[in-house]
């Protein structure tokens, strides 16, 4: 067997799973939002992080049977959440390059959002720019369809790629992700301090909400905490959980 035609079963055989970590809003101290994250529970192989098979899954065309059934997932999994009485989160989804080349992306969408009963101001979808790229006019008209039904739209990774200043006039964003690229070695000296104090003051101007992604420690948390920054997400708060485990995660929140 090829890893690709693991993959193939494994999609089939519902070894997928989705892991979910917490994004948290240090003002108000409550969980804002949830990452939705694809492993690969393999049974021969293991727990598969999605760098070892995503690209596959890009190359092979199965990353759009996956990744309609991660939003469907997501979005079931957040309406069961909201059933229980937990306080309603954001559930927040990656996109693929090829799923926003997609046509029925928009249609996708609508009908999972539908058939689950979840409003769509609860799904946040995640694109970065290298995605935009590939067909910056499709791209911006899926977007805006998307964000006039009322879902939310993030740029994750913000600051890596080769346009993101240009990126935030053109696209409707709600949300930028500051890479972690930027909060890794965020200290009182570091240049990422000045970057980050910059892209704060742009979010402003183009009124967006901003997410410090990869915060591990106190003092990258009070760095940003004295640029404004309010909401983060990294292992100083929670790592990527199972779906038992978001449960007793959020039930101690409340
Ligand atoms: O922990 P982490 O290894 O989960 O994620 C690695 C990368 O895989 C990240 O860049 C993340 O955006 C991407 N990724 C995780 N889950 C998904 C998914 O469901 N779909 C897509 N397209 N990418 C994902
Ligand atoms: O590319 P994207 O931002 O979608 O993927 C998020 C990735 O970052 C996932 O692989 C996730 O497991 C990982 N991650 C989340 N929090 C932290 C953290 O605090 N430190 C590090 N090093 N990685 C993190
Ligand atoms: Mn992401
Ligand atoms: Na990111």
Known sequence: FTLENQLHQAVKNGEMILHYQPQINIKTGQVYGLEALIRWKSPQLGLIKPGKFIPLAEKTGLILPMGEWVLKTACQQNKKWQQMGLPPVIISVNLSAQQL????????VENT???????????????????????????????????????????????????????????????????????????????????????????????????AEGVENQEQLKLLKELNCEEMQGYLFSRPLSSEDVLKYLIGFQ
């Not at 997609?102 to 996708?108: A, G, K, S, V, Y």
Request: hydrophobic share 40%.
């Open 101 to 108: 080349q997609q046509p029925n992306l928009i249609e996708t």
């Open 113 to 211: 959002l539908e058939s689950v009963g979840l409003d769509p101001k609860w799904l946040e979808l995640e694109v970065t720019e290298s995605m935009l790229m590939k067909n910056i006019t499709i791209a911006k008209k899926t977007l805006q369809e998307l964000r006039e039904m009322g879902v939310y739209i993030s740029m994750d990774d913000f600051g890596t790629g080769y346009s993101s200043l240009g990126y935030l006039k053109k696209f409707p964003f709600d949300t930028l992700k500051i890479d972690q690229s930027f909060v890794k070695e965020l200290n009182q000296s570091s240049q990422d301090l000045h970057i980050i104090s910059a892209i704060m003051t742009l979010s402003r101007g183009f009124n967006l909400r901003v997410i």
